[in-house]
């Protein structure tokens, strides 16, 4: 896994796009996974702004979103259909028939789940999947004890998630699902290049444990550790329980001209 610290979530976050913009211009029709939550936001505006003032075409590009809630139908406002309208797919040039959320109302869940497994296969695998981690450790809605062999499927949210996400709901932890579809960690690692984003003093614990402790289903973002093509890109607050920070950051700053980030 690989380590990139910045000093801010801005400097982080035009990272993670330009990362993702390279991509997309290396390869049009690539197949990318997206995340939902605060963290990728600011990614998501650079990549807006690199397609209205550098032409960064998504007009081949599918893409897949890791999880929705159960019984919030896509208008809802705190639906990740409507998050993702709002921070990415309503300002760039998107085909509406690439876009792959989880339906959150289907009448058969496992049957949806099984759908949208397909659907990837389907589509060639995702070549890059964008990430966060929760404080407990989790990835998309993969919360600890979760399988490490897990598929997309049904999740029982944690009251650590659901409180950690009331702040989307006007504080009021009532109004959060109690459930969720998201893809499973075996899904996950799949994903040809995964890209994890942590920012902020309240990640701190469960990335160390991530990257530098023992693989374990309590932390479900420490298989990454076995993910061929992983990076992660933190800001310092995230980092500061790491035990090998000079090191990462030699190893980033020593990099070969090909494998430099521009």
């Given at each position: 896994m690989e380590i990139i610290i910045q000093e801010t979530p801005a400097l982080g976050s035009i990272i993670a796009a330009r990362i993702i913009a390279k991509l997309v211009r290396t390869r049009p029709d690539c197949v990318l996974g997206l995340a939902t939550g605060s963290t990728p936001i600011a990614t998501y505006r650079e990549l807006v702004r690199l397609h209205r003032e550098e032409s960064l075409d998504f007009s081949k590009v599918t893409t897949f979103n890791l999880d929705e809630y159960v019984g919030l139908p896509p208008s809802h406002p705190q639906s990740y259909h409507a998050f993702m309208d709002e921070h990415l797919f309503g300002h760039i040039n998107i085909a509406r028939e690439n876009i792959h959320i989880p339906d959150g109302m289907a009448a058969d869940i496992p049957a949806e789940c099984a759908r949208y497994e397909a659907a990837i296969v389907a589509a060639g695998g995702i070549d890059l999947q964008l990430l966060g981690i929760?404080?407990?450790?989790?990835?998309?809605?993969?919360?600890?004890?979760?399988?490490?062999?897990?598929?997309?499927?049904?999740?029982?949210?944690?009251?650590?998630?659901?409180?950690?996400?009331a702040r989307f709901f006007e504080g009021d932890l009532g109004k959060v699902p109690f459930h969720c579809i998201t893809m499973g960690v075996g899904t996950i690692m799949d994903c040809r290049q995964v890209l994890m984003l942590a920012f902020g003093a309240n990640k701190a614990t469960a990335l160390a444990d991530a990257v530098e402790g023992p693989i374990t289903a309590m932390n479900p973002a420490s298989v990454l550790q076995m993910h061929p093509v992983a990076k992660c890109i933190i800001d310092e607050p995230a980092a500061a329980k790491l035990q090998r920070t000079a090191y990462y950051r030699w190893v980033y700053a020593n990099k070969p001209e090909w494998q430099q980030i521009h």
């Open positions: 929760g404080t407990d450790g989790h990835i998309g809605f993969n919360e600890p004890t979760s399988s490490l062999a897990s598929r997309t499927r049904i999740k029982t949210l944690t009251e650590q998630t659901r409180a950690d996400n």
